[in-house]
């Protein structure tokens, strides 16, 4: 294949709202090299001070404008030296052993924070429901006991990290964490699975206001859980 055809990118978002803009610019056969695609940050479903107090206002801000922007404005740079053609951003994950650390970090960190913002909406928390309850049950026991795993799982991992549950390929629930902006899509992670639940463990995400205290931070989290995100995720 000519390298010019190589150069090709297509790849549209498998996850509504990612903020992936499919810019069909010169897709044709005559100038395929032309074809481009970017990125772009996804609006948050809320305002910034909507999560309040639970996660504050300034730390929603800086983390979604400067922090998931940086991912969004890295990643589309890194991605100018891949000539692999990829369809979606998962596929970008499922492949990451292959590419640089630009892509790993700042594709992990789109796609990271684009479902953790989804992941939490103003007055939520609660407890699962319907067949994300019943898996939850079956696994762990009861929720209570999954929330303990999970949460040890966000404050044991050492550093900059995210916190999972994830339903594998057998379709079983597992509780994981991942260093950076890695993610268990990748295929360098320990465990593989698609993400149900999301924390970010950085301390971009709590410093502001919790400082040292990640526990705090944690157990503040769980109050503003979209669970309907997460039954979502799971039926998906
Ligand atoms: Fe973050």
């Known amino acids: 294949m000519h390298n010019n055809s190589r150069r090709n990118f297509i790849k549209q978002s498998a996850i509504a709202g990612a903020g992936l803009v499919f810019a069909a610019r010169g897709i044709s056969n005559a100038s395929l090299a032309d074809s481009s695609t970017t990125f772009s940050l996804p609006a948050l479903p809320y305002k910034y001070e909507e999560l309040e107090p639970h996660i504050d206002a300034l730390t929603m801000q800086i983390h979604h404008s400067k922090h998931h922007q940086a991912y969004v404005d890295n990643l589309n740079k890194a991605l100018k030296d891949v000539t692999t053609t990829y369809k979606t951003i998962e596929e970008i994950l ?57 949460n040890d799982a966000a404050k044991s991992r050492f550093g900059s990290g995210w916190a999972w549950l994830i339903k594998n390929a057998e379709g079983k629930l597992e509780i994981t964490s991942t260093p950076n902006q890695d993610n268990p899509l990748m295929d360098v992670a320990e465990k593989n699975g698609k993400p149900i639940l999301a924390l970010d463990v950085w301390e971009h995400a709590y410093y502001l206001k919790y400082q040292h205290k990640r526990a705090d931070y944690v157990a503040a989290w769980w109050n503003v859980l979209n669970w309907d995100e997460a039954a979502k995720n799971f039926a998906a």
Do not use: C
Request: zero cysteines; aromatic letters at 10%; proline letters at 4%.
């Open 94 to 150: 499922k492949n990451i052993s292959k590419h640089t650390a630009a892509v790993r970090n700042n594709g992990g960190g789109h796609y990271n924070h684009t479902l953790f913002w989804k992941l939490m909406k103003p007055n939520g928390g609660g407890t699962p429901t319907g067949s994300l309850s019943d898996a939850i049950n079956t696994t762990f026991g009861d929720f209570e006991k999954m929330k303990q795993l999970f």
